[in-house]
């Protein structure tokens, strides 16, 4: 990250929430723009190399507070599924994300009027009944809460809110808010946990698994629901060895009874894959044979079906009741 | 040594420049002025003021070295009037606006310096005109200069780097700016220093073996974006214990030498990719 420099809107200059963002950060230079998406969007951009010096953006969303949840992900069951957008782009790099290929540049913008992302919610709670809102998709929550406190503040409306349910997604290890909230039944914190082999190789600047096993701990020991996600799965030849041995680790230090777990294979859009390849990513996850379906790369099928019913029948192994599986 | 391009609209902008590093004309077409530093591997080009030179002589240049653009570092030097900032000081460009449609550049920014935004208008600046953005640097090149090579090369490699001329519109001693010009002159260098020192961490750390994989690259029977490709996955490769023979090793295998169906060719190539990605 680099915080030297900060691009913040015209239109949230005099902000309290930008004053407080800004006392954090402690930039050198800020640059007014009109509008996020002259930095975000610029074109001629190599991610890469900025994702080296990626800057952080605020902005005001001025629309588009919630979006209808995406075919490439689990509705856990529910009829109502959304997600919103707090931010754009993550603090971590994770080699298979499809951010990569989603926006010209991986500069961080953090949306601070929060409230009305809150008060459309309730809008459209008003209008359809009960909903399920994910609330970072195209970030790491949690991973930003030290900037401006999303997490907190959606905790908070979830607690006075019944019918909604949230579910906050994260690698991060940093869940100091579940100190500052209390859990109820419609919070739900996921955790996406992968093998060390897996992580090493695909997961630069993430926390450490034993780390992250701890915050699960942590949240468990503080009665906020969980679900642990192994998702994505990476197919490697030896797979079936990692994952077992990594299941027995994660189960040990945490009780089956108190999660719920969901699983998915690796998949991207095709479109971003194909960009985020010729931004020059040089993973080898770029270079493995997929098959196409729905716009979507994947897995070939067997490979898909096999590794899905292993993981899934080495969890029911272990006692976890609740698996969603994305298939 | 990253090659560097500093472009200047107008002689005695450049002339400090020139001084230091010991250059050869390489051409000059009306007012395009050209010279080159072979130590140093940097192209002085001398545009004349205004959008209109700049892109025309940007365009000239890499119309005849187009093999530069994929690794070339770009630079605007020069002279610029503001309300408010202090005169006879460097800043490095955070903004680059036109004043006529209010479009802007967002350089790609990775070192700490002294920075500032700078608009460009197609007439001189006066006071009136400067006093309504008092902290922003006016002067008639930098978009064009920006826009023009977003065309040839990746913003990462476009930056302008300007010296406060005057608060008024009006250059009161242009001797005395001169002489601050180039009495500050390490400090623009020092600027240009630091972003090269970004882009010039070594891939291959062995002269020798950086010439074989060079010798390997250019036997492939593939398009260039494809060789760029391979060079990236086999030094990846090298970087990781693996060795040239077995570069050479893993080609051969593949018979690409043999290939003439250009799918069979792509996916064959892919594979390989694939195995020097997963040493």
Same mark, same amino acid.
């Given at each position: 990250? *680099?915080?030297?420099?900060?691009?913040?809107?015209?239109?949230?200059?005099?902000?309290?929430?930008?004053?407080?963002? !800004? %006392? &954090?950060?402690?930039?050198?230079?800020?640059?007014?723009?009109?509008?996020? &998406?002259?930095?975000?969007?610029?074109?001629?951009?190599?991610? !890469?190399?900025?994702?080296? *010096?990626?800057?952080?953006?605020?902005?005001?969303?001025?629309?588009?507070?919630?979006?209808?949840?995406?075919?490439?992900?689990?509705?856990?069951?529910?009829?109502?599924?959304?997600?919103?957008?707090?931010?754009?782009?993550?603090?971590?790099?994770?080699?298979?994300?499809?951010?990569?290929?989603?926006?010209?540049?991986?500069?961080?913008?953090?949306?601070? $009027?929060?409230?009305?992302?809150?008060?459309?919610?309730?809008?459209?709670?008003?209008?359809?009944?009960?909903?399920?809102?994910?609330?970072?998709?195209?970030?790491?929550?949690?991973?930003?809460?030290?900037?401006?406190?999303?997490? +907190?503040?959606?905790?908070?409306?979830?607690? $006075? @809110?019944?019918?909604?349910?949230?579910?906050?997604?994260?690698?991060?290890?940093?869940?100091?808010?579940?100190?500052?909230?209390?859990?109820? %039944?419609?919070?739900?914190?996921?955790?996406?946990?992968?093998? @060390?082999?897996?992580? $090493?190789?695909?997961?630069?600047?993430?926390?450490?698994?034993?780390?992250?096993?701890?915050?699960?701990? $942590?949240?468990?020991?503080?009665?906020?629901?969980?679900?642990?996600?192994?998702?994505?799965?990476?197919?490697?030849?030896?797979? +079936?060895?990692?994952?077992?041995?990594?299941?027995?680790?994660?189960?040990?230090?945490?009780?089956?009874?108190?999660?719920?777990?969901?699983?998915?294979?690796?998949?991207?859009?095709?479109?971003?894959? +194909?960009?985020?390849?010729?931004?020059?990513?040089?993973?080898? =996850?770029?270079?493995?044979?997929?098959?196409?379906?729905?716009?979507?790369?994947?897995?070939?099928?067997?490979?898909?079906?096999?590794?899905?019913?292993?993981?899934?029948?080495?969890?029911?192994?272990?006692?976890?009741?609740?698996?969603?599986?994305? @298939? | 040594?990253?090659? +560097?391009?500093?472009?200047?609209?107008?002689?005695?902008?450049?002339?400090?420049?020139?001084?230091?590093?010991?250059?050869?004309?390489?051409?000059?077409?009306?007012?395009?002025?050209?010279?080159?530093?072979?130590?140093?591997?940097?192209?002085?080009?001398?545009?004349?003021?205004?959008?209109?030179?700049?892109?025309?002589?940007?365009?000239?240049?890499? @119309?005849?070295?187009?093999?530069?653009?994929?690794?070339?570092?770009?630079?605007?030097?020069?002279?610029?009037?503001?309300?408010?900032?202090?005169?006879?000081?460097?800043?490095? =460009?955070?903004?680059?606006?036109?004043?006529?449609?209010?479009?802007? *550049?967002?350089?790609?920014?990775?070192?700490?310096?002294?920075?500032?935004?700078?608009?460009?208008?197609?007439?001189?600046?006066?006071?009136?005109?400067?006093?309504?953005?008092?902290?922003?640097?006016? %002067?008639?090149?930098?978009?064009?200069?920006?826009?023009?090579?977003?065309?040839?090369?990746?913003?990462?490699?476009?930056?302008?780097?300007?010296?406060?001329?005057?608060?008024?519109?009006?250059?009161?001693?242009?001797?005395?700016?001169?002489?601050?010009?180039?009495?500050?002159?390490?400090?623009?260098?020092?600027?240009?220093?630091?972003?090269?020192?970004?882009?010039?961490?070594?891939?291959?750390?062995?002269?020798?073996?950086?010439?074989?994989?060079?010798?390997?690259?250019?036997?492939?029977?593939?398009?260039?974006?494809?060789?760029?490709?391979?060079?990236?996955?086999?030094?990846?490769?090298?970087?990781?214990?693996?060795?040239?023979?077995?570069?050479?090793?893993?080609?051969?295998?593949?018979?690409?030498?043999?290939?003439?169906?250009?799918?069979?060719?792509?996916?064959? *190539?892919?594979?390989?990719?694939?195995? !020097?990605?997963?040493?």
């Amino acid at each position: 990250m *680099f915080k030297q420099l900060v691009y913040i809107e015209k239109s949230i200059k005099n902000h309290a929430n930008t004053i407080q963002v !800004l %006392d &954090k950060i402690q930039p050198s230079q800020i640059v007014w723009i009109d509008h996020y &998406k002259e930095v975000l969007n610029q074109t001629n951009s190599n991610w !890469l190399f900025n994702k080296k *010096f990626q800057k952080i953006v605020l902005a005001k969303r001025e629309n588009e507070f919630y979006y209808k949840g995406s075919h490439h992900t689990s509705n856990l069951g529910h009829q109502h599924f959304y997600y919103n957008t707090l931010a754009l782009n993550c603090l971590y790099h994770c080699e298979y994300c499809y951010l990569q290929g989603m926006y010209n540049t991986p500069h961080l913008v953090l949306f601070l $009027n929060n409230n009305d992302y809150i008060n459309a919610t309730r809008q459209l709670i008003q209008q359809v009944g009960d909903i399920y809102m994910a609330l970072s998709y195209d970030t790491d929550l949690p991973a930003l809460e030290k900037y401006y406190p999303y997490c +907190k503040e959606w905790i908070e409306f979830a607690n $006075n @809110e019944k019918n909604i349910t949230i579910e906050i997604r994260t690698k991060s290890h940093q869940i100091d808010f579940i100190h500052q909230t209390q859990p109820s %039944d419609n919070v739900l914190l996921s955790f996406t946990l992968s093998p @060390e082999v897996i992580q $090493n190789r695909y997961e630069p600047y993430t926390p450490s698994l034993e780390q992250r096993l701890k915050a699960v701990q $942590n949240a468990i020991k503080k009665k906020f629901k969980v679900m642990i996600c192994f998702d994505p799965l990476i197919y490697t030849t030896d797979y +079936k060895n990692i994952y077992t041995d990594f299941f027995n680790h994660v189960f040990q230090s945490i009780s089956a009874e108190s999660v719920v777990a969901s699983i998915g294979v690796f998949r991207m859009n095709h479109q971003f894959f +194909k960009r985020i390849r010729k931004n020059g990513n040089r993973s080898d =996850i770029y270079y493995k044979e997929y098959s196409i379906e729905n716009k979507t790369i994947m897995y070939p099928k067997n490979i898909r079906n096999e590794m899905i019913m292993f993981v899934q029948s080495e969890l029911q192994k272990r006692n976890i009741k609740d698996i969603f599986i994305y @298939e | 040594m990253t090659p +560097k391009l500093l472009v200047f609209a107008h002689p005695q902008e450049a002339a400090p420049f020139i001084e230091k590093y010991s250059c050869n004309t390489l051409f000059q077409l009306k007012t395009i002025q050209c010279l080159y530093s072979e130590n140093n591997q940097i192209y002085f080009l001398i545009t004349s003021g205004g959008a209109v030179n700049t892109s025309v002589a940007l365009s000239v240049f890499f @119309e005849r070295f187009s093999t530069l653009k994929n690794n070339i570092l770009c630079f605007n030097i020069g002279i610029a009037g503001s309300f408010n900032k202090p005169i006879y000081h460097w800043h490095y =460009i955070s903004k680059i606006t036109n004043y006529h449609n209010n479009k802007s *550049f967002y350089p790609d920014i990775f070192i700490k310096a002294n920075y500032a935004e700078i608009m460009t208008i197609e007439f001189p600046a006066n006071k009136k005109i400067m006093s309504v953005y008092p902290d922003v640097l006016f %002067d008639m090149e930098a978009f064009a200069f920006a826009n023009t090579l977003k065309f040839f090369v990746q913003n990462h490699q476009i930056h302008c780097i300007k010296f406060v001329s005057d608060n008024d519109g009006v250059i009161k001693d242009i001797h005395e700016l001169l002489s601050h010009y180039q009495k500050q002159l390490s400090e623009a260098l020092n600027i240009i220093q630091d972003i090269e020192n970004i882009f010039t961490t070594k891939l291959v750390q062995n002269a020798d073996t950086e010439k074989e994989l060079k010798i390997i690259i250019e036997s492939l029977p593939v398009t260039q974006s494809q060789q760029s490709q391979f060079k990236k996955a086999a030094v990846y490769y090298l970087q990781h214990n693996g060795s040239l023979n077995q570069i050479r090793q893993i080609i051969n295998e593949h018979h690409l030498h043999t290939i003439k169906i250009k799918s069979e060719k792509n996916s064959i *190539f892919r594979k390989i990719l694939n195995q !020097l990605y997963n040493v």
